[in-house]
């Protein structure tokens, strides 16, 4: 964080000719990969020849502070009127990511069953599922109707198991594909939050995998209250974590803690526990990063068959070991969220 500190700084000693407004005010969130720096600078047409004559400057300040990176700078004429403010939902208290750097280590299983959790201490909780190409919340909640929509014109989530649920797989055929470009997927995230008649404590968002244009468009826009990052124990998933990790940090969204996923599997006769994907790695990558570790979920083929048949585990099997898993996750996640303040200095669209 103190490189995007210092970019901060500079940013706001240079000045836009005749207006005197810092450059910050115009900037999007920054893009630091270990060889890479991306900034783009999002302005209104009137200052889009004055803000184009100093991003020289800019790029030179740029290639000083990061001498072993590439260096991309450009400007883009804003389409429409900038957000002054993030949005926040009137009739909702929390907003939870729930992400992963890559696909395939059990998120979406694990944000439903988060969610259900949360509802078991007592909760009212929804859950949105974010990932406009590959939708599973109708599957795994066993949901088949259309959501309805109020006289306010405003699509009313549906109630599964006294989960509030909306996804965009509710709204097209389950064998149809999605062939949307990025702004159109954005556009779509935006209205299932800020056009969906939510009433809840927390609003569980089943992020897509990655760290792409979604997760940029819901924390720029969005005040977020905290993410929740789900990886397997294996290094080369926790490669990507940790960028997940990072780039929520970068928009200062707090992480609320790790979930090591897949940790291990215990055989049912002998109870045997093998680590099939390695072990403790996400513990381990919590305490390098200095970010709370909330648990360890098994292997276990009930939970991947409640979720394959919409009844999951914390509904149908409250005692299975997994259960009661989850729910002492959502302790840890409640706590954190207790400690954790809504005011955060970052980068946004202003």
């Known amino acids: ?6 970019l901060r700084d500079f940013l706001n000693t240079v000045s836009i000719p ?12 920054p893009s630091i990969t270990e060889d890479r720096v991306q900034l783009m600078f999002e302005v209104p047409a009137s200052l889009l020849t004055k803000v184009q004559a100093l991003l020289p400057q800019v790029e030179s300040w740029l290639k000083q502070t990061f001498p072993t990176h590439q260096i991309f700078c450009g400007i ?3 389409k429409t009127a900038k957000i002054k403010t993030k949005l ?34 007592g909760k009212r909780v929804g859950i949105l599922d974010a990932d406009i190409y590959g939708p599973s919340l109708p599957q795994m909640l066993n949901l088949t109707e259309k959501p309805s929509i109020t006289s306010a014109k405003k699509l009313i989530p549906l109630n599964q198991y006294g989960l509030q649920a909306l996804s965009i797989g509710l709204m097209i055929p389950a064998d149809s594909p999605v062939i949307w470009r990025g702004p159109m997927v954005q556009g779509a995230l935006i209205q299932l939050l800020k056009e969906a008649d ?3 404590d927390i609003l569980v ?13 819901l924390t720029q826009q969005v005040s977020v209250s905290g993410a929740v990052i789900v990886s397997t124990p294996q290094d080369v998933a926790l490669i990507d974590a940790k960028r997940a990790i990072s780039m929520f940090q970068r ?12 940790s291990f599997f215990e055989c049912p006769n002998c109870h045997h526990q093998s680590h099939i994907f390695h072990h403790a790695g996400a513990k381990l990558t919590a305490e390098a990063l200095d970010v709370p570790f909330l648990g360890e979920i098994p292997i276990d083929i009930d939970t991947r068959i409640g979720a394959d048949t919409g009844k999951p585990i914390t509904v149908f099997e409250p005692d299975h ?8 996750i959502a302790v840890k996640v409640l706590e954190q969220l207790s400690q954790t303040s809504s005011k955060h200095i970052q980068f946004e669209v202003s």
């Open 1 to 6: 964080m103190i490189r995007e500190d210092l």
């Open 198 to 200: 939510w009433d809840v």
């Open 18 to 29: 005749e207006t005197n407004e810092p450059l910050f005010k115009y900037a999007l969130v």
């Open 88 to 121: 926040t939902l009137e009739k909702v208290e929390h907003i939870i990511c729930v992400a992963s750097g890559k696909g395939g280590v059990g998120k979406s299983t694990t944000a439903l069953n988060l969610a259900i959790a949360l509802q078991q201490q």
């Open 321 to 328: 070991l997994c259960s009661k898993i989850y729910r002492q």
């Open 251 to 262: 928009v200062a969204v707090p992480i609320l803690g790790i979930i090591e996923n897949m």
């Open 76 to 78: 883009t004429a804003e």
């Open 205 to 217: 968002i089943d992020m897509p995998p990655g760290t792409g244009d979604a997760h940029l468009t």
